[in-house]
């Protein structure tokens, strides 16, 4: 008992020598008390760090859980006892089956994309607004991972779709998850190599599973006090072909590497877009991977060697201020856009009429 009341001192007495160093007191020098506020404000600013990082953790790990759980949901093909699910593919009797238990976790599912070996391989989700799931999980619960979600306009019925369907997600750099390795296939990242592992993407939808052949990657800002802008959250359909051949030049001149893969008006694209910050944090950047679905019998090989570096895509201002140079002009090849150039032409002489 006398060794247990003599460990209770010393503890005690060890407290309070702690907090008497830890605290400012009436006695202590200015010079004193200015040294323990300033410890006092780091400690506890360590601990809010620690607290939050600790958070994040704990949600990243569940997030990463459930999104390995629902992959084997959707690898596995199952009838659902779901009456509302049921009541789904009752509606729409060409819609696959491969969704039936994801439909159940969630009835917002509306598709998959998977891209190689990349650790992109998530369900992708479709809100009534384009900042629910930016912020939620698979579950519909607080997030700040968010998920994979496609355009909340975006059309995916089996005879209707969008002329471009556009999925984001967080570029989330501190887990790697979700769209980080997206920027990968920036060619200020890895030149060419990301892109020659992985040419094809798998993105399925509810009634379809479809390979798409990527053919470009952009840099760009939506934010104008930047200077030059590309608002390609504007465009989910064509409204003709003049409209179209202009959206593609845009992005052409844009891309930081070319392909051998060509593109026409009518075919069905993918835009997967996430915050990049290559030059500066505070930039409202934004790096896209563009791709448009396989046609109907054609291969899905693509010869990755023909592919090349732009050596000067169209940037903006803010970028050639801070890093140097300036855009060199258009310098890609138009056969890769079948019709622009007669297109191109009819305008121009139309235009000299």
Same mark, same amino acid.
């Given at each position: 008992?006398? #060794?247990?009341?003599?460990?209770?001192?010393?503890?005690?007495?060890?407290?309070?020598?702690?907090?008497?160093?830890?605290?400012?007191?009436?006695?202590?020098?200015?010079?004193?008390?200015?040294?323990?506020?300033?410890?006092?404000?780091?400690?506890?600013?360590?601990?809010?760090?620690?607290?939050?990082?600790?958070?994040?953790?704990?949600?990243?790990?569940?997030?990463?859980?459930?999104?390995?759980?629902?992959?084997?949901?959707?690898?596995?093909?199952?009838?659902s006892d779901d009456d509302s699910v049921k009541k789904f593919y009752e509606d729409n009797a060409?819609?696959?089956?491969?969704?039936?238990?994801?439909?159940?976790?969630?009835p917002d599912t509306i598709g998959w994309i998977k891209i190689g070996n990349t650790g992109i391989?998530?369900?992708?989700?479709?809100?009534?607004?384009?900042?629910?799931?930016?912020?939620?999980?698979?579950?519909?619960?607080?997030?700040?991972?968010?998920?994979?979600?496609?355009?909340? =306009?975006?059309?995916?019925?089996?005879?209707?779709?969008?002329?471009?369907?556009?999925?984001?997600?967080?570029? *989330? #750099?501190?887990?790697?998850?979700?769209?980080?390795?997206?920027?990968?296939?920036?060619?200020?990242?890895?030149?060419?190599?990301?892109?020659?592992?992985?040419?094809?993407?798998?993105?399925?939808?509810?009634?379809?599973?479809?390979?798409?052949?990527?053919?470009?990657?952009?840099?760009?800002?939506?934010?104008s006090k930047y200077g030059e802008t590309f608002n390609y959250l504007d465009k989910l359909d064509?409204?003709?072909?003049?409209?179209?051949? #202009?959206? *593609?030049?845009?992005?052409?001149?844009?891309? *930081?590497?070319?392909?051998?893969?060509?593109?026409?008006?009518?075919?069905?694209?993918? &835009?997967?877009?996430?915050?990049?910050?290559?030059?500066?944090?505070?930039?409202?950047?934004?790096? &896209?991977?563009?791709? =448009?679905?396989?046609?109907?019998?054609?291969?899905?090989?693509?010869?990755?060697?023909?592919?090349?570096?732009?050596?000067?895509?169209?940037?903006?201002?803010?970028?050639?201020?801070?890093?140097?140079?300036?855009?060199?002009?258009?310098?890609?090849?138009?056969?890769?856009?079948?019709?622009?150039?007669?297109?191109?032409?009819?305008?121009?002489?139309?235009?000299?009429?």
């Open positions: 008992m006398i #060794e247990i009341a003599e460990t209770k001192n010393k503890n005690s007495g060890f407290i309070k020598l702690f907090l008497k160093n830890l605290f400012p007191h009436k006695i202590d020098s200015k010079k004193e008390k200015s040294r323990k506020i300033i410890v006092l404000i780091a400690l506890t600013v360590f601990l809010i760090t620690g607290m939050v990082l600790l958070v994040n953790y704990i949600i990243a790990f569940f997030d990463k859980s459930g999104n390995e759980k629902l992959r084997d949901y959707y690898n596995t093909a199952a009838v060409n819609a696959l089956h491969d969704f039936a238990k994801l439909l159940e976790v969630n391989d998530y369900p992708v989700f479709k809100g009534e607004d384009n900042s629910f799931y930016l912020y939620h999980n698979y579950k519909k619960k607080y997030s700040r991972f968010g998920s994979v979600f496609a355009d909340y =306009r975006t059309k995916i019925q089996k005879d209707d779709t969008s002329d471009i369907t556009i999925l984001y997600a967080h570029n *989330m #750099e501190s887990t790697g998850e979700y769209f980080e390795k997206l920027t990968k296939f920036s060619t200020w990242e890895t030149e060419l190599d990301y892109y020659k592992k992985t040419p094809v993407i798998n993105y399925d939808t509810l009634f379809e599973k479809s390979k798409w052949k990527i053919f470009g990657a952009v840099y760009c800002t939506i934010d064509f409204d003709d072909e003049s409209d179209f051949y #202009e959206y *593609m030049s845009k992005v052409m001149d844009r891309s *930081m590497f070319y392909t051998d893969v060509d593109v026409k008006y009518g075919d069905k694209l993918l &835009l997967l877009s996430t915050c990049y910050f290559p030059i500066d944090r505070q930039v409202n950047g934004r790096f &896209l991977l563009y791709a =448009r679905k396989l046609r109907e019998n054609e291969s899905e090989e693509v010869d990755t060697g023909k592919a090349v570096i732009n050596p000067s895509p169209l940037l903006f201002d803010y970028y050639y201020k801070t890093q140097g140079g300036k855009w060199a002009g258009s310098n890609w090849d138009h056969s890769k856009i079948i019709g622009y150039d007669e297109w191109l032409n009819n305008k121009d002489e139309k235009s000299s009429d």
